[in-house]
């Protein structure tokens, strides 16, 4: 269904981390010249995904957890427009877990917002999979999506802020969107944003985030040296953000790679699956097998 | 027996709680959440003694429902809306599995537009999942419902699952008095679950394995389609047991009202309903012979209780908060098809009202029955639309 609506005044809740995530992303895109017209919007179910219906641009509300597909999908089909999939941690990192690895994995040009507030804000403050242990009785403990998209091996740009350090989430977000224009890949923004009404962090996470950057030697292009680090920060009890990796230039994905696309002269692979006609064949690869 | 002010969520949790559900398997969805939040706290005051899983889907939610019914534990979960959308293959698997895991639905739109507001359109596309369908007018109702329908999933005869639906916010956010019964009086109504084939150490035995054209594909959707029959007698037996053991008045597959001597019956489902009462109660006044009948089971359909009421009315009008786009009013149609071969089969008149919580008071429905008395039966109209404006 369409409707063409001016943007509303935000329902989030005053004082409400997403306030800052949103700022982060108009600024983002008024510093790389972005017409709205261009914007794709595309929302996950929470009260992070209603931003679409406060900024310019096509917005698309889609089923919870399944922004990514969508977004892949609208991107793939005319790559002219600029997509940005955005969503919350339950959204995402749960009920979406299976397509966030998989587009990472698929790398297609889009950027991925995830405002983490550590709860399921819209649903009213349940533990979500970022949650920490003994946080509304939760005794699993979190995810961390960073290290999760560190560890598939076709991720491209993946980067931490913090709401409550507006300049510097800007600038993760600037960042991926140069990414998804100049080396056509996936770029993934989780973004530290504080529920104040059911889970508010704002001291906490000040107190905690540690921007790997700021570490001597850090080195943005090494995905297991990356790994390594943020792992060691959490386990000094802190939270790492920055600009975590950044694939090197001259990483080519599989998509690149022109020995990888099929002849279209040959036409689809066949197989001869008529056991008669194979029985010897059959009978061979099953003696093989013992 | 004690009398309580409880949601309709409340009254659901309840229910379980009686049941003595040994696990609860969910995820947040509006408006169910609060029947699971109010279950959760049961469980971490050990007023339930039952394992709750957080889990991250409601295809997850069904999915440990499933696993744990199979050990021979009373599986529970909740859930609306998009998540009963999301469970959909899982329900087949319930069903088919034959584990008779309740759960219930509180009845919201589906999306897009988003709407969280009272609608059938969720559970009445389920129609075909093989799963016991159990509409509530009340939130005393829907604990009652809750009860009965372990009660009749578990029976060795049966063996199906069963979800009870009630109305979100009409019902699962409003206050109500409600008669909660004694353990004592539950426990004799609702004895622990003997499962005829279970997953535990010492036996193996395969479960939803493969089933070639040839073999017992068929066999086994047959013998669903057997156990469901035989569900109406168990739902009616149940009913019957359970005013006598708990309280209450018997509940049974449809429930009428004022129908005795009724030329028009108005047909509804859920909260809808109370609404059709003061409707008829309002034509009674003025000697005119119209009647309420409400569906509480939509599986099975009660096709010989409608069959009946279609012997004595000149018109049946059914209201339904539901389409199936490209037929109709999905109870409308099944209303029809059961009236099929009566000598002088009642006209069926079809409304379309309250899609996405829009509101439908005794008014409106009053309204419809006016024109029945006219003889204006429509094959389907749409109640309270608003003309779009391009
Ligand atoms: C299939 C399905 N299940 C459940 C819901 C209910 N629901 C809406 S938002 C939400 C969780 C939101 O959490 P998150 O993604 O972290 O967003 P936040 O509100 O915290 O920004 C849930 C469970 C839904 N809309 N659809
Ligand atoms: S509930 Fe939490 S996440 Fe949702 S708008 Fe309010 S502060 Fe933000
Ligand atoms: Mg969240």
């Not at chain 1, 994905?253 to 008529?274: H, Q, W, Y």
Request: with cysteine.
């Amino acid at each position: 269904m369409v409707e063409h609506v001016k943007p509303i005044q935000p329902t989030w809740c005053p004082g409400c981390g997403d306030f800052g995530v949103m700022a982060a992303v108009k600024k983002g895109l008024l510093e790389l010249k972005i017409p709205s017209e261009d914007l794709v919007l595309v929302g996950g179910i929470g009260c992070s995904g209603g931003i679409h219906n406060f900024m310019d641009g096509y917005g698309f509300h889609a089923l919870h957890g399944r922004l990514l597909p969508t977004a892949i999908g609208v991107k793939l089909a005319n790559p002219r427009l600029t997509v940005l999939a955005i969503g919350g941690d339950g959204d995402g990192y749960a009920i979406g877990m299976g397509h966030f690895v998989h587009s990472l994995k698929k790398n297609a040009s889009i950027v991925y917002v995830v405002m983490n507030n550590e709860t399921y804000g819209l649903t009213k403050g349940q533990a979500s999979p970022t949650s920490l242990v003994g946080f509304e009785g939760n005794v699993e403990p979190p995810i961390d999506a960073v290290l999760t998209a560190l560890s598939v091996a076709g991720s491209g740009f993946i980067a931490r802020g913090f709401s409550g350090s507006p300049k510097e989430a800007t600038n993760l977000i600037t960042q991926a969107l140069r990414y998804t224009q100049e080396r056509n890949g996936f770029a993934f923004v989780e973004i530290l944003s504080p529920c104040v009404t059911y889970n508010d962090t704002y001291d906490l996470w000040r107190s905690k985030v540690q921007d790997v950057g700021k570490l001597p030697g850090y080195d943005k292009s090494d995905r297991g040296k990356a790994f390594a680090t943020c792992l060691e920060v959490m386990q000094q009890g802190k939270i790492p953000i920055g600009e975590i990796y950044m694939p090197p230039p001259e990483k080519r994905f599989r998509s690149l790679d022109a020995s990888l696309i099929p002849d279209p002269t040959k036409g689809p692979a066949t197989l001869d699956i008529s056991v008669s006609a194979n029985a010897e064949k059959y009978a061979k690869m099953l003696a093989n097998l013992e | 027996m004690t009398k309580e002010l409880l949601s309709g969520n409340d009254a659901v949790a309840e229910g379980v709680r009686l049941a003595r559900a040994e696990v609860v398997a969910a995820y947040p969805i509006t408006p169910q959440t609060t029947i699971v939040e109010r279950l959760a706290e049961m469980v971490a005051r050990h007023e339930l003694a039952a394992e709750y899983i957080p889990v991250e889907s409601e295809h997850s939610a069904m999915a440990a429902s499933i696993g744990a019914s199979l050990t021979g534990a009373r599986a529970f979960t909740a859930t609306s809306s998009q998540g009963l959308a999301l469970m959909h293959e899982m329900l087949h698997w319930a069903s088919g599995q034959r584990v008779p895991v309740v759960m219930a639905n509180v009845n919201r739109a589906l999306a897009p537009p988003w709407n969280i507001w009272v609608d059938h359109s969720d559970s009445m596309a389920q129609r075909d999942t093989g799963w016991i369908q159990l509409y509530a007018e009340t939130n005393e109702e829907a604990l009652a419902s809750v009860l009965q329908a372990y009660r009749v999933a578990e029976d060795p005869e049966v063996l199906l699952p069963a979800m009870v639906m009630l109305d979100a916010f009409v019902l699962s956010h409003t206050y109500m008095p409600v008669d909660v019964p004694s353990q004592a009086a539950v426990d004799s109504f609702l004895p622990r679950y003997q499962p005829v084939a279970r997953v535990e150490p010492g036996s193996m035995q395969l479960f939803g394995s493969f089933s070639p054209p040839d073999l017992t594909f068929m066999e086994f959707r047959r013998d669903t389609a057997l156990a469901m029959d035989r569900a109406r007698q168990k739902l009616l037996q149940a009913g019957k047991d359970y005013a006598r053991l708990v309280g209450g008045e018997p509940l049974g597959l449809i429930d009428e009202y004022r129908t005795e001597d009724a030329e028009i019956v108005l047909l509804a489902l859920g909260s809808l309903a109370a609404a059709a009462r003061d409707t008829v109660d309002e034509f009674r006044r003025n000697g005119q012979k119209v009647g309420l009948a409400r569906l509480r089971s939509f599986r099975p359909f009660p096709e010989e209780e409608i069959r009946s009421l279609g012997r004595k009315a000149h018109s049946v009008v059914v209201v339904e908060r539901a389409h199936s786009f490209g037929s109709g009013g999905p109870v409308a149609t099944e209303v029809r098809s059961a009236l099929l071969g009566l000598p002088s089969p009642p006209a069926v008149a079809s409304y379309i009202a309250g899609l996405g919580g829009r509101e439908v008071t005794p008014k409106h429905l009053g309204a419809l029955v006016e024109r029945a008395t006219k003889k204006e039966t429509p094959r389907e109209a749409w109640v309270g639309v608003k003309e779009l404006v391009a």
